[in-house]
C-alpha cells in the first residue's frame, strides 16, 4: 500500500464554520506534513509530525490546528477561515523524519470558504 | 539559506522534440526530488537523486544530478502529449530536513 489517502476531496464551508480535514497513511512512515497550495503554485510547507510530535510549524495562523492522534492519521482543524485560505490541501507522509524526505502526497482537499 | 530557482518556467513544445528542464540550488545538499503535476491533481514523485552524478531514467524522462555544479536537468525524450504537466523540482534543507521547491516549470506539447 503505497497510498495517502485524504478526505474530503472537494470542501466548500463558510467564515464561521468549523471543518476537519483528515489524512490516512499505512505506509509505516514516521513523518507527516500539511501543505497549501495555490493555483500556479508551488505547494507551501504548514505542518510537519515527526513521530506524532508537531515539529515544524511554518507561523501558521491559529485558525489552522493540526492534531495526528496515531502514526497513520493527521487531521487540520479549520476554523473561522478567510477567502484568502482557499486552497489545495495536500497531505504528505515519509519515512522516517531526516534520513529520506522523499514525500508521497495524497489527491488533496480543493478547500472554498466562502 | 537555500533557494531553488527552475527554468524555464513556462515550455511549449511539439512532440517528437527533446528539451531540457533546469533547477539550480543555492547551497550544498545531499537529495533532490523530481515531481509531477497534473492540473487540479496532487504531486507525483518521479525521481529520487542522492549523490553526485546520479542519473535515473523512467520510459522518455530523464533526471540526473551535478552536486559540484549544484544543478540537476529533467531531460525529455521524443516528448508526447501525455507528459503535458507541471514539474517540481524539490532540494533537502540539510538543516531541519524540510524541502525546498522550485516555481515549477508548466510544460505544453502539442500533437
Known amino acids: 500500500d503505497t497510498e495517502v489517502t485524504q478526505t474530503p476531496k472537494h470542501l466548500v464551508m463558510g467564515m464561521t464554520n468549523k471543518k476537519s480535514l483528515k489524512c490516512e497513511q499505512h505506509?509505516?512512515?514516521?513523518?507527516m506534513y500539511w501543505y497549501k497550495q495555490k493555483a500556479k503554485k508551488p505547494p507551501e510547507l504548514m505542518f510537519v509530525y515527526s513521530y506524532e510530535k508537531l515539529s515544524i510549524n511554518e507561523s501558521v495562523p491559529s485558525r489552522f490546528s493540526p492534531e495526528c492522534p496515531n502514526s497513520s492519521l493527521l487531521n487540520l482543524h479549520l476554523h473561522a477561515l478567510q477567502p484568502e485560505d482557499s486552497a489545495l490541501y495536500l497531505c504528505?507522509?515519509?519515512?522516517?523524519?531526516?534520513?529520506?524526505?522523499?514525500?508521497?502526497f495524497g489527491q488533496g482537499t480543493r478547500l472554498t470558504v466562502v | 539559506e537555500l533557494k531553488v530557482e527552475q527554468n524555464p518556467l513556462f515550455l511549449s513544445m511539439q512532440e517528437g522534440k527533446n528539451y531540457t528542464i533546469y533547477c539550480n540550488y543555492s547551497t550544498t545538499s545531499d537529495r533532490l526530488y523530481w515531481y509531477r503535476q497534473d492540473p487540479g491533481k496532487s504531486l507525483e514523485s518521479l525521481f529520487v537523486l542522492l549523490s553526485n552524478g546520479a542519473v535515473k531514467q523512467e520510459g522518455r524522462l530523464m533526471a540526473s544530478l551535478d552536486t559540484k555544479a549544484r544543478l540537476s536537468t529533467l531531460h525529455i525524450t521524443a516528448a508526447v502529449h501525455d507528459l503535458s504537466a507541471t514539474y517540481f523540482c524539490?532540494?533537502?534543507?540539510?538543516?531541519?530536513?524540510?524541502?525546498?521547491w522550485g516555481a515549477g516549470t508548466k510544460l505544453i506539447i502539442k500533437p
Open positions: 524539490a532540494v533537502d534543507n540539510n538543516s531541519n530536513y524540510q524541502l525546498i
Open positions: 504528505a507522509s515519509s519515512q522516517v523524519p531526516g534520513m529520506n524526505t522523499e514525500a508521497f
Open positions: 505506509m509505516g512512515h514516521r513523518a
